[in-house]
């Protein structure tokens, strides 16, 4: 009654879990394969195929070796039957039809054979060879170093069916096991890798949207804080770029009157003023106040360039 509740919640909790993986694979084809998706695929591929690999050695090992012990044993009765088989026709003087040795009691002597030199049964009891569930083996019958037949045994392999279907359920719940600790670890694992990278995509969305001031999220491992830092970096750059816009328009302003001045006066020049000398000082006058307020401006900019 234990082995079959612990198989039945094994059975559910992998219909469970492939039911899970087959939603994220849905809801992936959609909004596209996420890091946590990829993960557990990888890492419940190789510990499923690990577990389902051991399941199928473990088995097929049993199998192997309780077939070795059946037709170890067979090849020891066929031997011990062809010896006993050998000394009553040698004693007794009969040939191998009138043997009685398949005359015995026991589950050994239900599955039994004489078989002539060419390979022809003379008497059997019990299970021939070839049924499903048997292993057979044949010793010869040797009178005065002469092979006169054979003995045949047959045993069968009920008890490696039965060892299998024992050990059938608790590879079962090794194999849930590792499979549930496979998708812990996997979930653990992509949580450590995907939660920064959510919170640094949160942190840039809103850096977008204007919060340029927005503090970064904290950081773990090298590459989240290199990563973390770079961010910041853009972020505290995108911050002065309208201080910089600003300035830009105050300067080309503040630069628009003196040069007008400068093209007004040059060109009041060159269209005669040059010719009355008191006009003429008074319109280079004004180009040298315009020069001096652009060589100011200049400076100020230069200054300011130094202090960055």
């Known amino acids: 009654m234990v082995r079959l509740v612990v198989t039945a919640a094994a059975a559910v909790s992998i219909i469970l879990l492939v039911a899970l993986f087959a939603s994220r694979l849905v809801r992936a084809r ?6 946590r998706m990829q993960i557990f695929i990888a890492l419940g591929g190789i510990v499923g195929a690990f577990a389902f690999g051991l399941g199928l050695l473990v088995i097929d090992r049993i199998e192997a070796r309780a077939t070795l012990l059946a037709e170890g044993s067979a090849r020891d009765e066929a031997a011990a039957f062809a010896a006993v088989a050998a000394m009553e026709m040698e004693v007794r003087g009969v040939d191998l039809a009138a043997v009685r040795a398949l005359d015995g ?32 083996v ?3 019958i040797e009178v005065r170093g002469r092979r006169v037949g054979s003995v045949q045994v047959v045993k069968p392999t009920i008890v490696v069916q039965r060892m299998v279907a024992d050990f059938a359920p608790p590879i079962l719940v090794i194999s849930t096991v590792l499979g549930a600790a496979a998708a812990l670890s996997s979930f653990l694992i992509g949580r450590a890798i995907a939660t920064p990278i959510e919170a640094l995509t949160e942190f840039a ?3 977008s949207e204007g919060e340029v001031r927005a503090a970064p999220p904290p950081a773990q491992g ?13 972020r505290r750059q995108l911050e002065g770029r309208p201080f910089v816009e600003t300035f830009a328009a105050d ?5 628009k009157n003196p040069v007008a001045a400068i093209r007004a006066s040059a060109e009041v020049l060159s269209e005669g003023a040059l010719d ?4 003429a000082a008074r319109f280079v006058a004004r180009i040298r106040e315009a020069i001096t307020r652009i060589e100011a401006l200049l400076g100020e900019l230069l200054s300011l360039a130094r202090l960055e």
Do not use: C, K, W
């Open 276 to 279: 009355d000398p008191e006009e």
């Open 30 to 35: 959609t909004a596209g394969m996420s890091i």
């Open 205 to 207: 969305v809103r850096v």
């Open 138 to 140: 044949t010793a010869p």
């Open 105 to 136: 009691e026991g589950p050994t002597a239900q599955n039994i054979a004489l078989l002539d030199p060419e390979g022809r049964v003379l008497r059997a009891r019990g299970a021939s060879p070839g049924e499903p569930g048997t292993v057979f």
């Open 222 to 234: 090298r590459e989240v804080q290199r990563l973390t830092r770079a961010i910041d970096s853009m």
């Open 251 to 255: 300067l080309s302003h503040e630069l």
